[in-house]
């Protein structure tokens, strides 16, 4: 199953620096069972051709709950309509202090009231661009694209 169009639009056009953006609740479950939640931008997330998601992270603990349990879910809002994903890791990349990963939606859930919703929120700036390492990060999501 690819992802839902409306996510897919949603990380179509990666922030530049000064733009407000999303950020997009990433869950992955730790070593005693627990969620854990990292906060990705869509310069970190892409959609490769067939649908899969692509994910570029820094974070260690996230990195190693995904390799552990190849499950995450990704969380997008858009409009009155809350998209929980479930993904499914199918092949990852270590670049050392960056891993990237190709995951597969095996679920999707689009849960709505018709009540307008706010997604959390920031403004992208030169300090992320840099901690996000938004050239090396582009590259290796290009490379996940190719694979």
Known sequence: ??????????????????????????????????????????????????????VVLMGMTTSANLQRTGAATLVAVEGTTAHSMKLRRRTSVDE??????????????????GIALAPISYVASEELARLERWDRTAELLARLAGA
Do not use: I, N, W
């Open 1 to 54: 199953m690819p992802l839902p169009d409306a996510v897919a639009r949603l990380l179509a056009a990666p922030p530049e620096v000064g733009d407000p953006a999303q950020a997009f609740p990433f869950l992955t479950v730790d070593e005693a069972g627990y969620p854990h939640v990292a906060l990705l931008s869509a310069r970190e997330l892409a959609v490769a051709g067939d649908g899969a998601l692509l």
């Open 96 to 113: 050392g202090d960056l891993l990237g990963f190709v995951l597969d939606p095996v679920d999707h859930k689009a849960d709505s009231l």
